[in-house]
């Protein structure tokens, strides 16, 4: 984990301000303790992509939230659609044929 210093240092062009607009909408959701707050590689990896939408792409900040539960909810569908794949392939072959004919496809999604 990471402090602020830290994390500013790594983007230099983050404002202060916008980082606690975006704790404060819970778009960064970083630990805290008496010194402040603390940043875990996944919300570094989360401050890198709002940067990225906001800096470098011009997103407004109102926006930002949406496009981000957007993001998560594409992760999680990805997620749940390789754990569904990995249960398909447990499967006896007559039942992996079946739920690819199915499917109407010769292979399954999420199997790549």
């Given at each position: 984990m990471i402090r602020e210093t830290e994390l500013f240092a790594q983007f230099v062009y983050?404002?202060?301000q916008v980082l606690l607009t975006w704790i404060d909408?819970?778009?960064?959701?970083p630990h805290s303790d008496d010194q402040g707050y603390l940043f875990d590689r996944l919300d570094e990896a989360r401050v890198?992509?709002?940067?990225d939408l906001h800096y470098r792409m011009g997103l407004e900040h109102a926006s930002l939230p949406f496009i981000l539960s957007?993001?998560?909810?594409l992760h999680d569908a990805r997620h749940h659609l390789r754990a569904l794949a990995r249960a398909v392939e447990g499967q006896p072959e007559t039942v992996?044929?079946?739920?690819?004919?199915?499917?109407?496809?010769?292979?399954?999604?999420?199997?790549d």
């Open positions: 983050l404002e202060r909408e819970g778009v960064i959701a890198a992509l709002a940067c957007l993001i998560d909810q992996r044929q079946e739920i690819t004919r199915l499917l109407g496809g010769d292979r399954i999604p999420g199997n």
